[in-house]
């Protein structure tokens, strides 16, 4: 079955600092990659995917991703904080076996500090 | 707009009482989800139905039913066998279901035990 590990449940940066968030996966086959994110009391909101066309992935909000098949990694980056982007952030997968369902890391809370 | 409506937002249980949550969509989606979020434990699959008439358990569908009686509606039935009800639960919609398909959420409702 596929997996989802998100490194590190809270990531605090400075605000202009670089933000990184960790996820590995693991799949016997080509997965779909996610990256999510849930402000306070509210619902998830898609940031991008990956769905094997291009690896570095460019989403909203100024995020992107690096798919790196031999590090079975999906990591989010930032290049400059903002206070705006303390929430929380979820990793998924597709998984292939169960019919298109998406499988969520535990999630990591990022804050901003000014 | 478009979107999916989640209600009550906040909800009550007795001891030995069912309740029901409410989900809508009105993005004209065929599949929807029902998905449990517990701090630290990022999110779980309750249940899901790709078409009208249809639905199969998800992960942790054990104390849960649903119904899927028209495209637009999925509410969730908590039962009195769910011994831990209390959690963030979060209805989500898919257009089609497909696996590399972005996930709709609504804004969720906040279960708690009396």
């Known amino acids: 079955a596929q997996s989802v590990t998100q490194l590190g449940s809270h990531v605090s940066v400075s605000e202009g600092a670089l933000v990184l968030l960790r996820c590995n996966y693991s799949?016997?086959?080509?997965?779909?990659l996610f990256w999510y994110v849930q402000y306070p009391n509210q619902g998830l909101q898609l940031l991008l995917k990956y769905t094997s066309a291009a690896t570095l992935v460019k989403g909203i909000n100024g995020f992107e991703a690096e798919f790196k098949k031999s590090e079975t990694s999906f990591h989010l980056t930032k290049p400059s904080a903002h206070m705006s982007d303390a929430a929380e952030y979820f990793c998924a997968v597709s998984d292939h076996n169960q019919g298109g369902k998406l499988i969520f890391g535990q999630g990591t809370e990022l804050s901003v500090k000014p | 707009d478009g979107g999916i409506t989640q209600s009550p937002k906040y909800l009550f249980r007795k001891e030995g009482q069912n309740v029901t949550l409410s989900c809508e969509q009105n993005?004209?989606?065929?599949?929807m989800y029902w998905y449990r979020q517990d701090p630290g434990q990022g999110l779980r699959l309750i249940y899901y139905s790709q078409i009208v008439n249809d639905f199969q358990k998800g992960d942790i569908a054990e104390g849960y039913s649903v119904s899927r009686e028209k495209k637009e509606s999925f509410p969730l039935t908590v039962t009195s066998a769910q011994k831990n009800p209390t959690a963030f639960y979060l209805c989500?919609?898919?257009?089609?279901?497909?696996?590399?398909?972005?996930?709709?959420f609504g804004s969720g409702t906040q279960l708690s035990v009396l």
């Open positions: 989500a919609s898919s257009r089609t279901g497909s696996l590399n398909e972005k996930l709709f």
């Open positions: 799949s016997s086959v080509p997965p779909y």
């Open positions: 993005l004209n989606h065929d599949a």
